[in-house]
């Protein structure tokens, strides 16, 4: 196995798929959750808390956990999994992210504790209206078009980050795969006061 394995597919999502995952990013109800000191818990956030909206700096972030049980999870698994190129830190996803990164956004560069959690990370590009925005991982910078696929595993030991998108507004659907051992639960913490919307997705 490589260590540091990056795999890029061109224009491998067909356009139905992706405009069910943009319609799944637009359509929702929104209230007020809590977030927590350590992160976002399903734990200590309402009833119905796998699917969350929020914003993160100019980054509007919609997330959804395995733990998710209105079925919204396992259909965008479903849908995308045969366009991931499988390999053993490709195999369970975790959580999945559709991030929009408006004009001015950015990624900060990440090399992070918590990014040990996880075996790898693919992107799949949901748009081609933006202009800057680059995903650049270990000095490599990736030029992609909606369709297209990127994964790389060992996220906690990679570089990767995006400059700012100079025009237009950026969509990519993020899958973070974690190891099948099961995780240990999270303690419960003091809440930080910060507040994000918690989503549930219109039938």
């Known amino acids: 196995m490589n260590p540091f394995e990056i795999h890029i597919s061109r224009d491998l999502v067909d356009q139905t798929i992706i405009e069910g995952i943009t319609d799944i990013f637009d359509k929702q109800e929104t209230e007020e959750v809590v977030h927590t000191d350590k992160g976002i818990y399903s734990t200590v956030i309402g009833e119905s808390n796998s699917i969350l909206k929020y914003n993160d700096g100019d980054r509007e972030i919609l997330l959804c956990q395995s733990t998710d049980d209105s079925g919204v999870f396992l259909k965008v698994v479903d849908w995308v999994k045969e366009f991931i ?3 053993e ?3 369970k996803v975790d959580e999945w992210r559709i ?8 990624q900060n560069w990440s090399k992070e ?5 996880f ?22 910078t990736i ?15 990679r570089h990767y980050g995006m400059p700012p998108v100079m025009d237009g507004e950026r969509l990519v659907l993020e899958l973070w795969y974690s190891p099948f051992e099961d ?10 006061g910060k507040v994000y919307q918690k989503v549930q997705i219109k039938s």
């Open 119 to 140: 075996t790898g990370i693919a992107i799949i590009e949901l748009c081609n209206d933006y202009k800057g925005g680059n995903l650049i991982v270990d000095n490599n």
């Open 183 to 192: 995780e240990p639960e999270e303690e419960i913490q003091e809440s930080s």
């Open 99 to 106: 991030i929009s990164y408006p004009q001015g956004s950015t």
């Open 85 to 87: 190129h499988p390999t």
């Open 89 to 91: 830190d490709f195999d």
């Open 143 to 157: 030029v992609m078009e909606e369709g297209d696929v990127i994964q790389f595993n060992n996220p906690s030991q």
């Open 113 to 117: 504790d918590d990014d040990s959690l």
